[in-house]
């Protein structure tokens, strides 16, 4: 990629990583699959890999040299900045997705998390090469893109059985998350995707079907 613009390079370099974030969506399908506790079983003891790791990249120069020089070009100037103290992405969707699985039934945390995983990925990749007109702190064709996709995620992940207004919950559930995903906010927005698109959606579901059993 030399000899690129910058521009260009770094759309690349998103590409790159957003393929790899995409991986991701093996979580939801596991969990599917595999069910909660076998999920968390494996889930968690990653989870605390890679925070061991990215915690010894942050204290320790001489392993934070290593990491930059093998793993850097996958990380964001924000990650790796000097004097940086930022976990990276990898990190925030793995606790993400924990935190996902051990509070919110099946239904909504796979609709959740796979929303993270398939819409920030639109967001990125849209707003990067289309976005021109300014929302919050986005654009308006990246979360269009993140919205969009969103449905389709609500379209096509598990529901309870409890009629048309699931897919309206799941669709209040990717309007809020494209709001979260704009907004100029401190917290990476690996945990507060999900995080706020599983609350909303819980919150419905119990206003709803309060007596409905759908864990």
Do not use: Q
Request: proline share 5%.
């Amino acid at each position: 990629m030399n000899g690129l613009p910058d521009v260009e390079r770094d759309y690349r370099g998103e590409l790159v990583r957003k393929g790899i974030h995409l991986c991701s969506l093996s979580i939801p399908i596991g969990y599917a699959l595999l069910g909660r506790s076998t999920v968390l079983s494996i889930l968690i003891p990653v989870t605390l890999l890679f925070l061991m790791t990215d915690l010894a990249r942050l204290f320790s120069p001489p392993f934070r040299e290593f990491y930059h020089s093998t793993f850097g070009w996958l990380m964001r100037e924000h990650e790796r900045g000097p004097g940086r103290r930022n976990l990276n992405g990898a990190s925030y969707v793995l606790v993400a997705a924990c935190i996902c699985i051990l509070v919110f039934p099946m239904i909504i945390a796979i609709t959740a998390f796979s929303i993270l995983i398939v819409s920030d990925t639109a967001a990125a990749l849209v707003g990067r090469r289309f976005g021109k007109r300014k929302f919050l702190a986005k654009s308006v064709e990246g979360s269009l893109g993140f919205f969009l996709s969103a449905v389709v995620v609500v379209l096509l992940s598990p529901k309870a059985g409890l009629g048309w207004t699931e897919y309206l919950i799941g669709a209040t559930g990717a309007a809020a998350g494209t709001v979260v995903e704009a907004l100029p906010i401190a917290l990476d927005d690996n945990l507060t995707i999900p995080l706020s698109v599983g609350v909303v959606m819980y919150l419905l579901y119990l206003m709803l079907f309060p007596s409905a059993s759908f864990y």
